[in-house]
Each structure stands twice: as structure tokens, then as C-alpha cells.
């Protein structure tokens, strides 16, 4: 163990140098707001796909979701059908509208698009204050890096918990979005990577002959520690327990493509006609980062129930698998992992609160009276100055490590679909523009159902819960805006109407 510490040391160390030298070359290139929300929107497609995928699948992916498998077996490979399907054909459904109507509102963040659309401070100030629901996905996300500093650098788990927020805060507050998308595309390459050496694993470590034999081999080993792992929906899992239950998976990762770090990914592509370019990088990276859902069965065959949490079960298998060093490189891609997303999330709510709040509201409603200059310069420096407080209650949510960071993400991502995904539809695909008042209803409702659900006991998965109340946010406006009915007719979305 002293020398997969020593490795994990030198190799984290030369990846933060890494990353903290393409965090200062970013920084030079940004001036406005802008530059820190969406990288000035002037990037390739390929690099943002490479982005938004490494921000899509967090360290969730690498140790929360490997966990899942560990403890619930087969059923949770309905991950792959909700990620890889959900998850792709979200973005195609809303991600190519919102880039065309975005050549026109000039918008920066999901709050701004939608309170532009609809001309609604209250949408713009309400969606903004949902999205600090995020700071449970940070949370998790500072979970991860803490479990690994605590289980391969020797620390405590607070130790490592504070190191993680300490790293993340000062490398956003740096560098923005260019750092986040840049440094992005290179842990995308390394997680991908990382997936499939630990998929190809478990294949020569259980090796029976035959691919089919193998996983066959795998499958009777799961089964005599508990029927329930092979089982198609495991009555044990907290997400996978029925078929209502896997289309809430499947629902909510559809909802979560249009999640505002994602969508600021969205804003900051270059040309619309390369869409389907950053669409199909994403599709690439994403299925091969997913093959890393095995490593929790891998684990589950090869150690049983003696790992020591669910949340370490894959780290547990690749100690359990490879040589040292593989063992810290292993190490230093889950913090990656956890980076990829967590800084993309900084730089979406630190853009809520110096755009969406204190220039659209505040400025423009005459609340604050500042020359337009001066109000960039303070936009600017409380878009950085966000990122440290944030940081800290990321930090406090999870001062005790929670049983499944998983479930911890999720709360944040089902809070924000259920409050936000009626008024994003209704606004790329309704012919008329729906009234404001039926999108405020939709938000209100979506997010209160979802609260009630959840947090009452009466759905206990937080993604099914989550998929229930974004289609409540839905049905909302569309009663609301039928019952409304505004009097004139506005072009269609996609031609722009606004």
C-alpha cells in the first residue's frame, strides 16, 4: 500500500500541475463575464464534445455507479440504456433549438435563456435560485475526491475533503469556463481509457473460454452470494426495482442532458452546423466511459461483500486487479472524474449569480445604478468571488461522508429537471410561446412535487421521484398555458420567435 501511496502522490501531483497550468493560460484569455460562462462562445466542436461528456459522467460514474452494481448486481446495468440513450436523446431533442435560438438572445446561462424567452424576471431570479441545487452534485463530487485521498494518500476523510474543495475552488476561481472545458477534454480521454482497461479486465481475469462462457461464469458467481444480483429488476436496489422504476432512470436522464453545466456547453460552441460533430463526440466518449459499470460486478465476483464501502468497491477491485502504479493511475482518473464536473457546475452557478441576478435583475431593473462598464467589472469579479462560497457549503453538506454519493448527486439533478424542463420544451417546441405566468407555475409546481415526493418518502428512488415531477412541470404549462390562452400568435420556436 506505501507504494501505490507514493505513486498516487507523484501522479496526482504532476496532473494538478497539469491542470493548474492550463487553469493560468486560461485565465489570460478571459475579459468579460462571457469569456468565464461559455468560453466567449468561440469553441470547436470536438473539444466541447469531449467536455460534455467528461461533465456528463462525473465521479458518480467512476466510483458511485460501480458501487451500485457492486451492492444491486445486474439490474444496474439499466445505467446503459439511461445514460446512453436518455442522455443522448435529450441533447438532440432540445440541445440544436436552443443553439439557434441562443444566435439571438446572446444568453449565457439556462436562467438567462429562459428569462429572456418568456421576459420573466421571476423565471430568470426563481430558475437561478434552483440551480443551487447543485451544490449537492458538488457535494458528491468532493465525496470522491475525498474517498480517494482517504483510501490511497492515507489521509483522514476530512483531510482529503477539504484538500478536494481547497484544489477544485482555486482552479475554477482561475481559470472559468476555458479552463473547465479544456482540462475537461483531457480527463475525457483518460477516463475513456481508464473504462475500458477495467471492462477488458474482468474479461482475462474471469477468462472461461469464450465471451459468453465468461459473463455466464460471472453471473453464477453473483448468483450464489444472492439471487438478486442476476435478477433483470433487483427488489434490493434503491433506482432498479421495476420497470416504472428503470423508466424513471431513463426519464431523468433525459431531463438531466438539459442540465445548465451542460447547456452552458451548448452556448459555447462556434458554429450551429457543427452540433451533430460535439453530439457524436459526446455519444463516442460517453459509451466507452460506461463500460466502467462492470468494474462494480468484477468486484462483487472477486471480493464479495467485503469491500470496504460500496462508494470504494471499484478501487478495492483495481488494488485487488493491478500492479501500483496502474492501481494510483487509477486514482488520479476517479479525481479527474470528480474534477470534469464539479468545476463546470462552479462556473454555471457562479454565472447565475453575476448575470442572471445582479446584471439582468438587479442592473437592468435599475435596482443597482451602475455605468454598463462598471457593472461587467462587478459581474465579472462576483462570478469568481461566488466560486469560494459555494465551495464552502458543498463542503458542509458532506462534512460526514454520506452512504451513496449517488444519491446525493441526484438530489440536486432531479430538483433542477423537475423545476426547469416544462419551460425548456415548452420554448423549443410549442408553436405559440407560452404565457410567463404558466412557465413561473410550471417551475414552481415541477420543483414542489418533486420535494414533496422525495423528501416525504412517498417515491424513495431520488431519480424516479425526479421523473415523476418533471412530468407533473410539464403537464403544468401545458394545462396553464391552454388555460391562459394568450391572445397573439407568436412564430414558431425554431424560426426564432422570442
Not at 280 to 302: E, K, M, N, P, Q
Not at 380 to 402: E, H, K, N
Not at 491 to 498: F, I, M, R, V
Request: glycine residues 10%.
Amino acid at each position: 500500500m506505501e507504494q501505490i501511496t507514493l505513486y498516487t502522490w507523484i501522479g496526482f501531483s504532476a496532473f494538478l500541475l497539469l491542470m493548474l497550468a492550463v487553469g493560468y493560460l486560461s485565465s489570460k484569455k478571459m475579459k468579460t463575464i462571457g469569456d468565464f460562462a461559455t468560453g466567449g462562445g468561440k469553441l470547436g466542436p470536438y473539444v466541447l464534445g469531449f467536455s460534455f461528456a467528461a461533465t456528463y459522467l462525473s465521479a458518480a460514474t467512476f466510483l458511485g455507479y460501480p458501487g451500485w452494481s457492486h451492492e444491486w448486481g445486474l439490474s444496474n446495468l439499466w445505467l446503459f440504456l439511461a445514460m446512453i440513450g436518455g442522455g443522448p436523446i435529450g441533447v438532440l431533442m432540445v440541445a440544436k433549438k436552443v443553439r439557434k435560438l441562443n444566435t439571438k438572445q446572446k444568453s449565457l446561462s439556462l436562467p438567462d435563456w429562459l428569462g429572456d424567452f418568456y421576459k420573466s424576471d421571476i423565471l430568470r431570479v426563481g430558475t437561478a435560485l434552483i440551480l443551487l441545487f447543485n451544490i449537492f452534485y458538488i457535494a458528491a463530487q468532493f465525496v470522491a475526491g475525498a474517498r480517494i485521498f482517504e483510501y490511497l494518500l492515507g489521509m483522514s476523510y476530512t483531510t482529503g475533503l477539504i484538500l478536494i474543495a481547497v484544489i477544485v475552488v482555486v482552479y475554477v476561481f482561475a481559470g472559468g469556463a476555458l479552463a473547465d472545458i479544456y482540462t475537461d477534454a483531457i480527463q475525457a480521454v483518460l477516463m475513456a481509457v481508464t473504462a475500458i482497461v477495467i471492462f477488458i479486465s474482468g474479461i482475462v481475469i474471469f477468462w472461461r473460454g469464450s465471451i459468453a462462457d465468461t459473463f455466464s461464469g460471472i453471473s453464477g458467481n453473483l448468483a450464489s452470494q444472492n439471487e438478486n444480483l442476476v435478477k433483470v429488476f433487483n427488489p434490493e436496489s434503491l433506482h432498479f426495482y421495476s420497470f416504472g422504476a428503470v423508466f424513471g432512470a431513463i426519464a431523468i436522464q433525459w431531463a438531466f442532458a438539459s442540465a445548465p453545466h451542460l447547456f452552458n456547453k451548448v452556448l459555447g460552441l462556434k458554429h450551429e452546423k457543427d452540433l451533430g460533430k460535439m453530439i457524436a463526440t459526446y455519444v463516442i466518449v460517453a459509451s466507452l466511459c460506461v463500460l466502467v459499470l462492470f468494474g462494480g460486478l468484477y468486484s462483487r465476483a472477486a471480493l464479495g461483500d467485503s469491500v470496504a464501502a460500496a462508494d470504494l468497491a471499484l478501487v478495492d477491485y483495481i488494488i485487488w486487479a493491478f500492479p501500483a502504479i496502474f492501481v494510483a493511475f487509477f486514482g488520479v482518473v476517479i479525481l479527474a472524474a470528480a474534477m470534469s464536473t464539479t468545476d463546470g457546475i462552479f462556473v454555471s452557478i457562479s454565472t447565475v449569480f453575476a448575470n442572471d441576478i445582479f446584471l439582468k435583475f438587479l442592473v437592468k431593473r435599475g435596482i443597482v445604478k451602475v455605468s454598463d462598464e462598471k457593472a461587467q467589472r462587478i459581474a465579472f469579479q462576483i462570478s469568481r468571488m461566488t466560486v469560494p462560497v459555494i465551495g464552502l457549503l458543498a463542503l458542509l453538506i458532506v462534512i460526514r461522508p454520506p452512504e451513496y454519493m449517488g444519491d446525493i448527486m441526484w438530489i440536486g439533478i432531479s430538483g433542477i429537471a423537475a423545476g426547469t424542463m416544462g419551460p425548456i420544451l415548452q420554448a423549443v417546441y410549442a408553436k405559440r410561446r407560452a404565457p410567463a405566468r404558466a412557465a413561473e407555475l410550471s417551475m414552481i409546481v415541477g420543483l414542489g412535487s418533486y420535494l414533496f415526493l422525495y423528501f416525504s418518502g412517498i417515491i424513495p428512488s431520488t431519480m424516479s421521484a425526479g421523473a415523476v415531477a418533471t412530468f407533473i412541470g410539464i403537464a403544468t404549462i401545458n394545462i396553464a398555458s391552454w388555460v391562459l390562452r394568450p391572445s397573439t400568435a407568436v412564430k414558431p420556436a425554431e424560426e426564432g420567435g422570442s
